[in-house]
């Protein structure tokens, strides 16, 4: 990072942030606790997995993007991609992630209080898998900070900053992300700099 930050001094080149602007926080959900609380250094793959949803523009609609993120290794082992920011998404990433990962028994997921997932339709689904829900407290977007960072990375690295053309090219760009380069070419530092994919390969 010092070779970095010399080079970019030399070039006359910042590096500027997204700013954020936060609601005032509120308490947890009545349908599931804050069973998570942060602890998000987890002991083995399918221990903890989180969970949210972030919207793309493309080209004359948002599409929508949910993906599960299994917290061992910070690999995204679930995703849908739809035109509409419903359970149905977010029950479709889950059984995606639940079938790819052999349908694991203990685990927990943790998401935010949004209306998907929240819903009476995902709630079973979670309850026909045998997993256990945690949740945010309202507005506290650090409560699920892995998944923020990975949308923050998805969106800053990734998706051109005028969006896509069509929600077509959207969904298959947006997945390569997902499922190619995130997982097996992105170094990540809490791996320390290891991949995912590599991650969870060395542990096994």
């Known amino acids: 990072?010092?070779?970095a930050a010399r080079l970019m001094a030399e070039s006359s080149l910042e590096s500027r942030q997204p700013g954020h602007r936060y609601k005032k926080t509120g308490g947890e959900a009545v349908i599931a606790p804050n069973h998570l609380n942060r602890a998000f250094t987890v002991n083995r793959p399918n221990e903890v997995w989180c969970g949210d949803v972030t919207y793309i523009w493309a080209g004359t609609c948002w599409v929508y993007l949910a993906?599960?993120?299994d917290l061992y290794a910070r690999r995204a082992v679930g995703w849908a991609m739809s035109e509409s920011p419903d359970s149905a998404l977010t029950t479709r990433a889950l059984a995606v992630a639940y079938e790819a990962r052999g349908r694991p028994k203990g685990v927990m997921f943790h998401s935010d209080q949004g209306c998907q997932y929240t819903?009476?339709?995902?709630?079973q689904q979670l309850w026909r898998y045998r997993i256990k829900q945690s949740m945010s407290r309202r507005g506290n977007c650090w409560d699920n900070a892995p998944m923020e960072?990975?949308?923050r990375s998805l969106k800053s690295e990734w998706i051109p900053s005028q969006g896509y053309p069509s929600s077509g090219q959207a969904i298959a760009d947006v997945l390569v992300y997902v499922n190619q380069y995130y997982n097996h070419v992105r170094p990540?530092?809490?791996n320390q700099y290891q991949t995912p994919g590599a991650r969870e390969k060395a542990a096994a």
């Open 67 to 69: 993906v599960v993120l």
């Open 149 to 151: 960072r990975f949308f």
């Open 188 to 190: 990540h530092s809490t």
């Open 1 to 3: 990072r010092y070779k």
């Open 119 to 123: 819903s009476v339709a995902f709630q």
